[in-house]
């Protein structure tokens, strides 16, 4: 069955004033123009279309986790600028620089050559029917016209494939570890949570890991975070097997442990200004799903300041951050009493309270630390064990009160807690 017709536009789109006549090349520059101005109303249900068919005609595009989280910002991208080179001869080459990032970018990915000329097949068709559909429809007396003009059409969609094939060819042949770049997709499948036992004891093959080993997950975030296209997938630091993978914005980085307890210390450094986070270790490669989940869980509960944070140290503080609303709760049943003081006044207590919980208990330590006598530490500390009602002796309270803080703090972040 035939691919149903684009929507009927709305205005007609007028015809040149030099439509020339059936087989001249200024009556298929004409038609073309005017078959260009026609679709692009309509670019919108063209690009679902294409992405619709693809979805179904590709393996690869068709399974949601395999396909490029940009993949329906780039359909619509090439389509438009293939269209703006027909209503503007100018703009011509456009169309081919777009196919030539894309290919250098879906080799980076690891995206197989053959899945993205597909695409691009499939887009070509559509785009041609959808000229085909609107002209008979709008000027069928212009058909012919438009006959003539297809192998121009088609010597684009051609120089456009050729272009991306070299642009994927040329990037892949100076990628390092091409063998391994090319079991990202896999590992993108893993970190979002594939874990079909079948897949996963493939998948273990591939990559050459364990299916049962003990693994950990690390995002990075930051301006320092990318990788460049030279960098290598797979590394090894400290006999610790690396997997780095761009990931949803952020980089990924699975870590396979063997017989460690935990990931080493330095052994993945984010940048000056970048945010780390770590998972706890998870058993097998079914559960890097649950790692990744862990370790953006950590991401989100640190601060940007170049140190890798771990799930396990910050557990209070991530708990705040997954459950935003009882963590608010939480802020409003311990430290509510302290909303009817001055925000200065208020600030100062929950300033101290952390850095008492940060030394140790120690109002010492503390006070150092708040350039201010121990006994100024200790006032304010009273002070607050009057207003909440909870009593610093009793372990029950310093866990309402720590909750309670770092629930504040993801909350309320007009007040900074250091």
């Known amino acids: 069955m035939p691919p149903p017709s684009p929507p009927r536009p709305g205005p007609f789109a007028p015809l040149p004033p030099d439509f020339a006549e059936t087989g001249s090349p200024g009556g298929e520059r004409s038609v073309l123009r005017y078959a260009g101005g026609l679709l692009r109303p309509v670019l919108p249900e063209l690009v679902d279309g294409t992405l619709a068919e693809l979805r179904t005609a590709s393996a690869y595009y068709g399974d949601p986790v395999l396909a490029p989280p940009d993949l329906a910002e780039s359909a619509r991208d090439a389509l438009d600028v293939f269209v703006g080179g027909l209503v503007d001869p100018e703009r011509t080459d456009e169309s081919g620089e777009h196919a030539w990032r894309t290919g250098l970018r879906r080799a980076a990915d690891g995206v197989p050559l053959r899945a993205v000329l597909h695409a691009y097949r499939i887009g070509g068709v559509r785009l041609w029917e959808a000229l085909v559909s609107l002209v008979v429809r709008e000027r069928p007396e212009r058909a012919s016209a438009l006959a003539f003009a297809a192998s121009d059409v088609w010597r684009r ?11 994927h060819r040329r990037a892949a042949a100076r990628l390092p570890d091409l063998a391994v770049r090319r079991h990202l997709p896999v590992l993108r499948m893993l970190l979002r949570g594939h874990a079909d036992p079948v897949h996963v004891s493939a998948f273990a093959v591939s990559l050459g890991l364990p299916a049962a080993g003990r693994y950990a997950v690390v995002l990075l975030a930051g301006p320092g975070a990318a990788r460049t296209e030279t960098d290598p997938v797979r590394e090894i630091r400290d006999g610790v097997p690396l997997y780095w993978c761009p990931l949803d914005g952020a980089t990924a980085v699975v870590a ?18 970048d945010r780390g986070g770590v998972s706890t270790v998870v058993d097998g490669l079914a559960a890097l799903g649950r790692g990744h989940e862990l370790a953006r869980l950590a991401l989100a509960a640190c601060p940007a300041d170049g140190t890798l944070h771990r799930l396990g140290d910050r557990l209070s503080r991530a ?17 509510g009493p302290l909303r009817t003081l001055d925000p200065a006044e208020r600030a100062e207590l929950l300033t101290t309270l952390a850095a008492w919980l ?61």
């Open 256 to 273: 396979h442990l063997g017989d460690r307890p935990e990931l080493p210390a330095g052994l993945i450094a984010p940048g000056p200004a």
């Open 319 to 335: 708990f705040a951050v997954a459950r935003p609303d009882l963590a608010g709760a939480v802020a409003d049943q311990v430290l």
């Open 157 to 167: 969609v051609d120089r456009d494939t050729a272009l991306l094939a070299e642009a």
């Open 358 to 418: 940060d030394r140790g208990g120690s109002t010492r330590r503390a006070g150092e630390l708040l350039y201010c006598h121990r006994n100024t530490v200790l006032n304010r500390l009273r002070r607050l064990e009057r207003l909440t009602g909870r009593t610093l002796s009793n372990p029950r309270d310093v866990v309402d009160l720590a909750m309670a803080l770092e629930a504040e703090d993801i909350t309320a972040p007009a007040v900074r807690i250091p």
